[in-house]
């Protein structure tokens, strides 16, 4: 129930394509879900995060789609960029004692100019 | 405002040593919480401290441990250093103000054991 499950593994896009990267999550008790980017030798970076009372929000060109029901949210980055190539990783976090994030496996995305 | 800062970046350790490495959280954050994050996976939790104490614990042996100091920096340790303990070690920092708090990573340690 702890597990968030994110797919696809790797995903290769055209320079001003949209990517889609989607995970799922079983435990109904998080209530905190964020994205984040990975470069190579470095440490994770807070992109967006949205909460289960809305079902979408922008910021910049990064897009989170939540779908309560289904319990599954997804990134969508718009005009995907060659310097978006990362690692992404969706997670989700509980209110209820320490709030450790469970993250998913991770996104390798790669933007072809 | 200071961002998350960890030491040492790179480490070597051999099978059975000891290791101690560092972590001063964001400006203003009072919580910092570890993670493990092997190649190609994603980060696993450790433990979380709050005010000095351990706030909650993933599924770690006992031979990791941690501090917080009062000036809410942190430290993790790992005894008996195994082959597989080599990987990313993550600190994040937060301010912890009720309800999920965003949570800010360093660019990690990276530990290799041999």
């Known amino acids: 129930q702890q597990q968030v499950k994110q797919s696809p593994q790797s995903l290769i896009v055209q320079k001003g394509g949209i990517p889609i990267i989607n995970c799922a999550y079983e435990?109904?008790?998080?209530?905190?879900f964020p994205w984040y980017q990975q470069f190579p030798g470095k440490g994770p970076a807070l992109l967006i995060a949205?909460?289960?009372?809305?079902s979408e929000k922008k910021e910049g060109r990064f897009t989170i789609s939540f779908n309560k029901s289904a319990k599954q949210f997804s990134l969508h980055i718009m005009d995907s960029q060659p310097g978006d190539s990362a690692t992404y990783f969706c997670?989700?976090?509980?209110?209820?004692?320490?709030?450790?994030?469970?993250f998913g496996q991770g996104t390798r995305l790669t933007i072809n100019p | 405002e200071t961002g998350v800062t960890q030491s040492p970046t790179h480490l070597i350790k051999t099978r059975g040593q000891q290791v101690t490495l560092r972590c001063s959280s964001q400006?203003?954050?009072?919580?910092v919480s570890w993670y493990q994050q092997a190649l190609g996976q994603g980060p696993q939790f450790i433990f979380q401290?709050?005010?000095?104490?351990?706030?909650g614990r993933g599924n770690f042996p006992p031979r990791f441990s941690g501090l917080q100091f009062p000036n809410y920096s942190s430290e993790l340790n790992v005894n008996a250093l195994e082959l597989d303990d080599s990987a990313l070690y993550l600190c994040?920092?937060?301010?912890?103000?009720?309800?999920?708090?965003?949570?800010?990573f360093g660019p990690g340690t990276r530990l290799t054991v041999t």
């Open positions: 997670a989700a976090s509980r209110p209820q004692g320490a709030q450790k994030l469970v």
């Open positions: 401290y709050y005010r000095e104490e351990e706030n």
């Open positions: 994040a920092s937060s301010l912890a103000s009720g309800g999920a708090y965003e949570q800010y």
């Open positions: 949205i909460r289960p009372d809305v």
């Open positions: 400006s203003g954050h009072n919580t």
């Open positions: 435990n109904t008790a998080f209530d905190y």
